[in-house]
């Protein structure tokens, strides 16, 4: 590599904040004040633990309300969802296996940066994170040091 890649790499590298493979966020329209998001720059998309999903329409617009469990290991805190469907699409998982899932697009807080994302719905309670953050909401916000964690943040004790 040429002096002047090696320069415009540096200052790619300067230009964005540091987080951790693993990180606090909130989704504050959603009336999530924190969840312990994976960082997957494997996955393309994030994905949301959601059950009891209820597609209706209001006003002419597709929506849905659903229930997510915000914390891991916690079935008792149940909070209820409802946002604006944007799409519809299928998704492959790590394993391969094919699901149709509801695209939700909602703003995320990560160390005092907020801004849209998409989100597919899932269920995922019996994963480690209820959230995976994929490299599209990453993407021009954060460069990724897979050896760290909980950068932006101190984990929260339950």
């Not at 969840?35 to 009891?52: E, N, V």
Request: overall charge positive; glycine content about 6%.
């Amino acid at each position: 590599m040429d002096i002047e890649k090696n320069i415009k790499l540096i200052k790619t590298i300067r230009k964005y904040p540091v987080i951790g493979w693993r990180e606090w966020v909130s989704l504050p329209e959603l009336g999530i004040s924190r969840i312990k998001a994976k960082i997957d720059t494997g996955a393309r998309t994030s994905a949301l633990h959601a059950f009891s999903l209820n597609p209706f329409t209001e006003n002419g617009k597709n929506r849905i309300s659903f229930e997510i469990h915000p914390l891991q290991h916690d079935t008792e805190n149940i909070v209820t969802c409802v946002a604006d469907v944007v799409d519809k699409r299928m998704v492959t998982d790590s394993g391969g296996h094919g699901e149709e899932r509801y695209v939700i697009q909602t703003p995320i807080t990560i160390a005092g940066q907020t801004w849209q994302i998409e989100i597919t719905l899932t269920e995922r309670e019996n994963m480690l994170f209820r959230m995976l953050l994929g490299r599209s909401a990453l993407r021009k916000h954060f460069i990724v040091n897979p050896a760290r964690s909980f950068v932006t943040t101190k984990a929260h004790k339950k």
